[in-house]
């Protein structure tokens, strides 16, 4: 089991947009080690997108841009002296920055929070022979066992990015078919990841996770009757990203054999509107959303260096995972991708198209039932040293989705480099 947590968390770190502290092993039992991790990475671009005149909230600005993020890991990891290991992991990340406007002046993460914000904090304890208990605001089945979505590459986010070269782009693509998003993985749970059992046939691992509500460990009621959204100003029923009683569960296979390293997941998800009887949403309302209900199965294998494969995913669920309005289309998305990894140097590109309702309201004429998305990312890497690498990377994405007097098509490009550090 400590092979799945020690994996796991390699997978979030190389995944840039999942980026979690990683879980370290102590000197011997009784004792501990404290980390103070960190991440920066900072670069420049060129983009170009048929929506400029909407550019980054009505201000236009220059198309060349640079980008940058930073992070914090501060938490530890201990032993007792019988062997249960114990331990905190947290993640802190600055906030996007207004338009115009430096050192995040009067920029919120859009629940009133400026400067630095909390991501993820969570505790964890067990065992390798009972598995491990984590608690917190942390990743859950869905993402932690998700394979086949390639993210290895270029900056490590491609369009899932919170401070990398996606979002020099006026507008992008949706990302449902990434699963390593914060609306799942920022939210206040219990998750048990199980011990790995190893057959002839290869090695088999579950995790399932609960969420009472969508809050992080910070429980609170405020606001419970008015939905975020800009989707809610238009569907009554609940909210359509606040969710209660969400389950995920996910069963992990991995083999070894002639020289082929394959991996292999399916997972679920579920989880139940938000919603009041106060007359703003409930029975009154003429519709309100679907549960929240997502299949996931993903293969990947590696040879020599190189890495193919790809990632389904198809439920009832709208972008970010939010719900859909009753009456609207399942989405369905798929991701392919490969990479190859020679010494310093990682190379890399995907594709991936995905189908959800959009726009769409049931009941109203105007707007096409899909709105169809794709993206392609390219990308290269070169490690300098452990604590600093370079990287470039090419993205192109397209969302269509026609309206009564409007083609409903956008599309969007980007090349940027940069560098990364990472302690």
Known sequence: MRKLLLASAATLLAAGAAFAQPVKPVAAPGTIVVHLNGYFVYGAGVYGSSNMGSDKAGYKLNSAATFGEFRIYPGFDAETLNGIMYGFQSEFRTLKSNAGAGKNNNSTNGSGFAGIYIQRAYGYIGTPDYGFLRFGQTDSAFDLSQVGVFENFGDYNHFNGDGQVNLMLPTAPGI????????????????YESPTLDTPAGNFSG??????????????????????GAAATSIAGGSPNR??????????????MAGFDTKAN???????????TNGSYGAAAPY???????????????????????NVKYGQLEDNYAFKPKGARNAFGYI??????????????????????????P???????????NGVAVGADYQLAKPIGFFIQYLYGHQHQPTVGKSGNVQEQVVGAGAFLKW
């Open 243 to 256: 969710r209660r009683n969400t389950l995920d569960m996910s069963v992990s296979y991995s083999n070894e």
């Open 288 to 310: 309100g959303y679907d549960e929240l209900s997502v299949f996931q199965a993903g293969l990947q294998t590696t040879y020599a260096g190189l890495t193919v494969g790809g």
């Open 336 to 361: 392919v991708g490969a990479s190859y990894v020679n010494g310093p140097y990682t190379v890399g590109a995907s594709y991936f198209n995905q189908q959800s309702s959009g726009a769409y309201v």
């Open 266 to 276: 399916v997972a679920y998800l579920h989880g139940a509107p938000l919603s009041s």
């Open 176 to 191: 449902f078919i990434y699963s390593d998003v914060s609306s799942l993985y920022s939210t206040n749970k219990f998750v």
């Open 363 to 373: 009941g109203k004429t105007g707007t096409a039932r899909t709105l169809n998305e």
């Open 207 to 228: 995790i399932i996770g609960f969420e009472p509500n969508s809050n992080g460990i910070k429980q609170g009621t405020a606001n419970i009757a008015s939905a975020n």
